[in-house]
Each structure stands twice: as C-alpha cells, then as structure tokens.
C-alpha cells in the first residue's frame, strides 16, 4: 500500500515559533512507510530549510493569511488572497497528487478547506491559536474539515460547544517536545555570558515570539515588583516578531517599540535585556532562573514544555491550555492572568525558596516524560489520519 501523501500548509517558513516547531516534531516522527510529507509555505527561512533537511519537498508560494476585518479594501484584499492561496494548493495537490491537506494553524485553514473536497482530498485544521467564538465563517470550516485537531482541551471546547453535531471528527492532541535533543542544545554558553550576567545573579525571562498576546508588557511590569525584593535581579526577553502576515508583523514590530519605551517608563530598562529572535532557545532557557510565560491567551504552551523537560522552574499565567500542563503548586506556579503584581510575587517566590523552585522543577520534568514527548504527539496525530482517512465523504 503506498503512503498517503499528506501536504502541510503554513504561512511562514521562515523563523521559528511554537506551531512550526511542533510540526517539524511531528514530521520528523511520522512513519514514512505510512506517509509521505509535503510542505506549502507563504515565505522561506528557517523553518523551509529545516524541513528540507528532513527530507520534505517543500513549495514557497503566496499563503497570505485573511485578516478579519470590516474595511473595505482589507475584504478586497482578503479575497485576492484566497484567490491566489487556493490556486497554489490546488497546484501542488495535482501535481503531488495529495491525499490529505494539512493546515498548521488557523491562519491558513481556509487554504486547506475550501480546495480539499474538489481536489477529492482530505482536510484537517489544525487549531493552534484560541478561538473565543466560531462565528459562521469557523461554523463553515468545521463544517468542511475532516478532522479538527486541537493542541488542549480548553482550545477545543469553543468547537464541542458551538458545533456539537462535529464532535466526531474533533481530537486533541497535545503538542509535546524532545527532552534529549533540548538538553543537548542547551549545553552552550547563551544569554548569560552575552550579557555578562554571573551565575550568582538571578536571571528571569519571557521566552516567546513578540506579541501583545504574549504579554511581554506584563512580565515588565512585574519585574517591578521582583526588582523591590530582589534588587541584583535581571531580567531578559528573548525573541522577536514572527508573524506570517504583513499586518501582523507591523504590529508586533510596533509592540516591541513601546516595550523597550515601558521598560524606560518603569526605570528598569538598566535591568532588561532585549535578546532578540535566538537560534539557541534551549540554551537561554537554561540560563534562567525562573520562566516566566506571561500570555494573555495560549493553546497549550510549547514554552513552559521546553522549560519544563530542562528543569527549569515556571510561572505563567492561569489560561487557557497552560492550565492543561501546569499544576499550581505541583509542577509551577500559575497566577491570574494580567497580573503583574501576582506574577512578580510569585517570581520572587522562587528566588526566595529555592527548595520549592527546585521541587516544581523536578515535578515539571516529569510531567512532561509522562504526558507531553513529541513521540506521544506524533502517535496520536497518526491515529487521528488513520481514522480520517478511514470515514467515507
């Protein structure tokens, strides 16, 4: 039986984020006696080169994400986008001959869906970004999809609610990490010996894309209150903008600009280092004293997994997926979200009680062996193309 030919979209294929590092996980994994892995991506980079590495055909071409809006020109461009998006799947799917059509986040869901059942293709949106309300247009899609795979239950739970008559098709599977391959990357000099910070002075950091969404601006606002009780305390915000789209890349950019000027506005920007977009993730982790997620929404949260699997102490906020991974006070600490105050005591906690830190630590690492390896992500994934493929249109 030959393998199923499986085309994975994305609207990026240059740096590196939480989505297409779980994907590049699960293509690494993907048993290629049963499938055989193809990529479409809306630019070139880091991301299209560590796939071809893997050995996957890639294909960069026009994948702009539709932004919702109510502006005129936005919808004329939006429909230019689809246009030219569904086009260049079709393309790929004909030449290929594609049997399922993969999309990697909501962004290019449409590009999956609309050419799939034409192409006599299969659909799977996979949802890697929180959807508070499906509205008609994510009614639609459901409507369309084959398979919904979410990252957590709580990204999931919108869909089950909204859409119950689907439930059948809709699956989690929690994106997981390779503890091995961190621990190994992180055996390197990194944001410490960068900035000459000794091994003596704590180090806290924000490890993430650069995004309101994120939060950066909280984690500021809390090493405040961590700067009142620990005064040699430094602090440190790793990555840059990574958003597919134009839109959203300017206003991340954007966003990065007023941290930089909070930073000046709250007199610690003595203390904060800006390390930008990093190849060594692993490695700055491992510099920290505490990791701090600070997002105002997150699926799952690939971060605190990372964190988690090399041992380092977590505190992030109470939302979404992060409650799916961190137990408060077994394996981290979690705090009301937009809480700076709560989050900086809590960061001061740790530093303080470095038994507790050391503890949650040990409990992370072990949540993660148990619960959240990219071989378990991979098998379920797996699973989940099996039954897909196995239900008649």
């Known amino acids: 039986m030959k393998p199923l030919r499986i085309l994975f979209l994305s609207d990026t294929g240059g740096q590196m984020g939480g989505a297409t590092i779980s994907l590049a996980l699960l293509i690494d994994r993907l048993d290629r006696s049963q499938f055989e892995p193809y990529a479409l991506l809306g630019s070139d980079g880091d991301f299209a080169d560590t796939l071809r590495r893997k050995d996957v055909d890639v294909t960069v071409n026009e994948l702009k994400p539709v932004v919702r809006s109510y502006n005129p020109l936005t919808l004329l461009r939006n429909v230019v986008r689809l246009i030219r998006g569904y086009r260049a799947v079709a393309k790929v799917c004909r030449e290929k001959q594609i049997d399922a059509i993969h999309a990697n986040d909501n962004t290019v869901a449409f590009f999956a869906v609309l050419p799939a059942r034409r ?28 398979a919904i795979v979410s990252c957590s239950e709580a990204t999931l739970e919108p869909f089950r609610a909204e859409q119950p008559q689907h439930a059948d098709r809709m699956f989690v599977a929690y994106d997981g990490v390779d503890a091995p391959h961190l621990t190994e990357r992180s055996r390197q000099p990194s944001v410490r010996s960068e900035f000459n910070v000794p091994d003596d002075v704590p180090l806290i950091g924000v490890v993430s894309r650069i995004s309101e ?13 961590v700067s009142e009780l620990h005064p040699k305390a430094r602090f440190v915000v790793a990555g840059g903008p990574v958003s597919g789209s134009v839109e959203g890349l300017e206003a991340d950019i954007e966003f990065e600009n007023r941290l930089r000027q909070l930073a000046e506005k709250l007199n610690i920007s003595d203390k904060v280092m800006f390390a930008g977009y990093r190849h060594d993730i692993p490695a700055v982790m491992k510099d920290l004293s505490v990791v701090v997620v600070a997002s105002r929404r997150e ?25 799916e991974s961190i137990i408060n006070e077994q394996n981290g600490l979690l705090v009301p979200p937009e809480a700076a105050g709560a989050m900086g005591m809590a960061i001061a906690r740790l530093l303080k009680d470095r038994t507790l830190a050391r503890r949650l630590a040990h409990e992370g690492r072990r949540t993660v062996a148990t619960k959240f390896t990219a071989d378990a992500h991979a098998a379920s994934i797996t699973d989940i193309y099996i039954v897909m493929m196995s239900k008649q249109p």
Do not use: C
């Open 299 to 323: 699926p799952l949260g690939l971060v605190a997994l990372e964190a988690m699997a090399l041992g380092v102490p977590v505190v992030a906020s109470n939302v979404d997926g992060l409650r």
């Open 213 to 225: 969404s994120k939060g950066q601006d909280i984690f500021l606002r809390a090493a405040v209150v």
């Open 119 to 146: 192409l006599n293709a299969k659909a799977v949106w996979h949802v890697r970004s929180p959807i508070r309300r499906l509205g008609w247009i994510g009614g639609f899609l459901v409507r369309r999809s084959d």
